[in-house]
């Protein structure tokens, strides 16, 4: 990195430690909410397989639409600003969580839980105690993929004033400034492998 780059970033500092922690709090509160609805929905869909198509499907379809599009979609019911940003970002995290909880609950032998119900566990007991902590190691890979998806999308909230480092992007964009683009893309791209490798000890 040259000396002018070093002074510029200096420079900005502040902005972009704000801006930083804008980009947490949406990615922050849009997985907080896609795991409270996506584990209990991956559970749902293992119990009621008339639901699982149709879960999985409508989760599916919200993945092909695209980001710009689905920001923009929520803008006449929620206005401008970090409420949109997050309610698509959680649609966008939803499908990773879902399938995820599902693929690790489907992929227990059958064996545990025939000898989780001969010891006499219940179906509720069985499943806190046997089959989600035999599942955490796929359910949280997929928290992890919605993690990065969420800081990538997040960047593009800036265009709807959701704010997040997405905001040096569009005003690089706007005045063809490289060093203003690379402000918001380098720490996000940075910010998404912190976060990661986080979730990750969290696991363990």
Known sequence: MSQGSI??????APDLWFKTVEHLALTGASIAVAVVLGI?????????AFLRNLILGLASVVQTIPS???????????????????????LY???????????????????IIEA??????TERQRLWMVELPLAVPVIVAGIRTSTTICVGIATL??????????????????????????????PAAALALLLDQL???LEQ
């Open 93 to 111: 995290a939803l499908l990773p969580i879902v399938r995820n909880t599902f693929t690790g609950l489907s992929g227990i032998p059958p064996s």
């Open 157 to 186: 909230s800036a265009f709807i004033g959701a704010g997040g480092l997405g905001d040096f992007i569009v005003r690089g964009l706007s005045l063809n400034n490289t060093r203003l683009i690379l402000l918001g893309a380098v």
């Open 40 to 48: 209990p929905l991956g559970i749902l869909i293992t119990r009621q």
């Open 68 to 90: 710009l599009a689905l920001l923009a979609f929520f803008l006449p019911f929620l206005g401008i600003g970090m409420p949109p940003a997050i309610a698509a970002l959680i």
């Open 116 to 121: 989780a119900h001969g010891m006499g566990f």
């Open 7 to 12: 002074e510029f970033v200096i420079q900005r």
């Open 199 to 201: 979730i990750g000890l």
